[in-house]
């Protein structure tokens, strides 16, 4: 059943080798007047329950959504201001894969265009997948999503084959797992390559991070 579940779920949450185009054909989001500009966190859970009724994809959000704040907090050094800005961007990611699948990307992007969000987050959002909506990861913010966003996808897939979760999980088990391209088949490791190179990364580095964080995201 544990398999199953991630059969149903993580292994096709970004199924992006579909025949319709996910290509935003624009470079700019947002508007810098409205730099700082966020939605306080009943806001954002509000447009997360409304939008999303997967609790599955509603999971992957929120842990994709806490190891965002964790790095912006431990690794970046930023405020509490910033951290919200950087967990906003990836609990709202998906936002719009559940019911608009077709419109990935662009559907958030408008509702939060329309909001009068902070462009970096938007910016953030359309750049979690460079090779599908055509945006190339610039900011910090940009590429850590990035990077976060398949690995801890696949790190959760793992963490449901073993009956203890994530408890004891090691960075040696998610590794074997990574590397046997049957596990996951629809996650790209070409991808997750390019994030951390992107990032200027190690791999390594941010599987025990996930290890280490998301466990605690229910």
Request: charge should be negative.
């Amino acid at each position: 059943m544990r398999l199953k579940l991630a059969d149903n779920f993580y292994f096709r949450l970004h199924l992006f080798n579909q025949p319709m185009s996910l290509l935003l054909n624009r470079s700019v989001f947002g508007d810098t007047a409205n730099t700082g500009n966020v939605l306080s966190r009943e806001e954002a859970y509000q447009l997360l329950a409304g939008w999303v009724k997967n609790e599955r994809l509603q999971l992957h959000m929120k842990q994709v959504a806490y190891l965002m704040k964790c790095w912006a907090s431990e690794k970046e050094g930023l405020n509490e201001a910033d951290q919200w800005r950087w967990e906003m961007a990836g609990l709202l990611h998906d936002a719009d894969w559940d019911q608009w699948p077709d419109m990935h990307c662009k559907k958030i992007i408008e509702e939060l265009e329309a909001r009068n969000i902070d462009p970096e987050i938007i910016r953030a959002i359309a750049s979690h997948g460079p090779n599908h909506f055509g945006v190339e990861p610039e900011t910090r913010m940009d590429k850590m999503l990035y990077a976060f966003d398949e690995l801890s996808g696949l790190t959760h897939a793992y963490s449901l084959m073993r009956p203890e979760g994530y408890a004891g999980m090691e960075l040696k088990g998610i590794k074997k797992r990574f590397k046997e391209k049957a596990f996951a088949a629809n996650v790209n490791r070409d991808e997750i390559m390019d994030a951390m190179q992107r990032a200027g990364m190690e791999l390594e580095n941010i599987m025990q991070f996930i290890i280490e964080k998301q466990g605690v995201v229910k």
